[in-house]
């Protein structure tokens, strides 16, 4: 009788520890989208990893830098750019705590990133597959893996408490 463990439990432990992981980054992105709302902007973080390490990140920062475009998923791609000296982002992790726009999810594709994991979906403007499938579309040359709703409820709960305090002050 052989002491080597079946391949299923294998592969399942791999996706536990991926899930793990997953998660892990997840709450960096989550203090990313902390620092956004210090700053009174949408509370949307997002970090870029490559090979277990950060090469990336950023926070909301449309209203304070004046620009439309600096979604955390931008920044994060800028900064990871700076940073391997490359516009090509090859073999990396996005991980967002909201489901990416069209903008952001055009940005990843032309990046050539590899995965995106989300937290929250947007039912309003997502372009993962709540709204558009822009990462999944079959007429793109380059395809990202897709993992959504990783620590969803906490994510989600973020964005809605800061609007629900906007409200208020309104």
């Known amino acids: 009788m052989s002491s080597q463990r079946p391949e299923s439990q294998t592969v399942e432990e791999a996706s536990q520890r991926q899930i793990l992981h997953d998660e892990q980054w997840m709450l960096h992105a989550q203090r990313l989208a902390d620092r956004a709302q210090s700053q009174g902007e949408v509370p949307v973080g997002a970090v870029l990893v490559k090979n277990g390490e950060v090469v990336g990140e950023g926070w909301n920062q449309p209203i304070t ?25 090859p073999e990396t992790t996005l991980y967002v705590t909201l489901e990416p726009c069209s903008m952001c999810a055009g940005a990843m594709l032309h990046a050539r990133v590899g995965r995106v994991v989300f937290g929250a979906y947007d039912p309003k403007t997502g372009a993962a597959g709540s709204v558009y499938d822009t990462l999944q579309d079959e007429r793109n040359l380059h395809k ?27």
């Open 144 to 170: 990202l893996l897709v993992r959504g709703g990783v620590l969803a409820e906490s994510c989600g709960k973020q964005i809605r408490d800061f609007f629900r305090t906007k409200r208020k002050k309104v």
């Open 65 to 89: 830098m004046s620009d439309p475009s600096a979604h955390a998923e931008i920044m994060a791609l800028r900064a990871a750019g700076q940073l391997l000296e490359n516009y090509r982002l």
